[in-house]
């Protein structure tokens, strides 16, 4: 409600450190909850998926982005636009197919794991996973099926975070009228 | 310069919000007496004008109440709380004089419903009729009596505004409520996605 209050203040600035620690403890959470790793993962990429399918119209309604024409402008649009937006950040658009259906997103500084370690017996967890599913649900409401997942990840020793993202197909039956 | 109603549509076009403001109501009560110079009949298990336009009671007006006595459907009560068919109430001269108010009623839930699923239809017959290709549908349609101006999102809801004809262009406004529907409906963990928003 406060934004109704502060409008035309950009209130949506939260403080990151807060961000990454509650969402700390929703990992932490799962941890405790589920034993395997891929358990864990499964169930952050569905959280992510139900947080992307409603923040895309968040998205929509305040960038008031047209929809994309080619999966270059799709990733263009997700690099610059919407990390910038939510995240505070901007991946680089690497590492494309040369058919031009797959790219990586490169992650330098991930808000999520600023203060993160990965214990030795948790090799497998995908602790940003929640964002591959937070994408895949956002990208399907907008009729683009598309995999998302995980192919380096600094918590787990490499240079760099990469996120790869596939377009699938397009989902013709869910175009709305006058899209087709 | 007003806006009448605003309503929300989802992607399989059900009604998902609906609000009236300001209607503007159409109402006149008049005293009759025996006999009744209206032509009236049963319509729609409702009471309406059928011939005798006056007095601006206009054909297709339903009687809404009888005494100050709400009407319900084509039954009305008289002084003793008895139930008796509207016509027949009508057409006794004992009962008379009489108060007769009439109007246009309101839509009911189920015919909004309905009237909201017809334009999601009648949108995508809109966007097929095109010679061009990627037409959008209706964005406007403009009658006599009001304007509809409709917006549909990437993801397929609708935002439809009706308005005053004399209002212009509504983008700014059908925007705006595209963020307040963002905002309001989809942030509330509470919400399920296309289901009506309370």
Known sequence: ?????????????????????????????????????????????????????????????????????????????????????????????????????EFSLLIENNPLTE???????????????????AMRGALEMVQLDVSVWFVQD????????????KFNKRLEDALPPGED | MAIFSIWIISRAG???????????????????????????KVYDEKVVVAFGQ???????????????QPVEGRFCRDEADVKKDVLEFLNTE??????????????STNEKIMLAGMFHSLYAIASQ???????????????DTFKLHAFQTLTGIKFVVVTDP??????????????????FALKNPFYSIDMPIR
């Open chain 1, 154 to 165: 600094q918590l787990k020793g490499d240079n760099i975070t990469e996120i790869r993202l």
């Open chain 2, 94 to 107: 004992s009962n008379y004089p009489m108060n007769i108010k009439f109007g246009r009623p309101k839509l």
């Open chain 2, 54 to 68: 006056r007095d601006g009671i206009k054909v297709g007006h339903t009687v809404l109440s009888i005494n100050g």
């Open chain 2, 166 to 183: 004399k209002r212009t262009s509504e983008d700014l406004l059908l925007k705006r409520l595209y963020e307040i529907y963002a905002d």
């Open chain 1, 115 to 133: 203060f993160v370690e990965l214990p030795d017996n948790h090799s497998q967890l995908n602790y940003s996973n929640i964002i591959c599913g």
């Open chain 1, 1 to 101: 409600m406060s934004r109704q209050v502060a409008r035309g203040v950009d209130t949506k600035k939260i403080s990151s450190e807060l961000f990454a620690l509650t969402y700390g403890s929703i990992v932490a959470q799962l941890v405790n909850d589920y034993e395997e790793d891929d358990e864990i993962n499964k169930q952050l990429d569905k959280m992510g998926y139900n947080i992307g399918i409603r923040i895309i119209e968040d998205f929509l309604a305040r960038s008031g982005i047209g929809r994309c024409t080619d999966f270059r402008e799709t990733a263009d649009i997700i690099s610059k636009v919407a990390f910038k937006m939510f995240l505070g950040i901007t991946p680089v658009v690497t590492n494309w197919s040369s058919t031009g259906d």
């Open chain 2, 14 to 40: 059900g009604l998902i919000y609906q609000h009236d403001y300001n209607l503007p109501k159409v109402e006149v009560e008049k005293t009759f007496s025996y006999p009744l110079d209206l032509v009236l």
């Open chain 2, 129 to 143: 009729l095109s010679p061009q290709l990627h037409s959008s549908g209706i964005q406007l349609l403009e009658t």
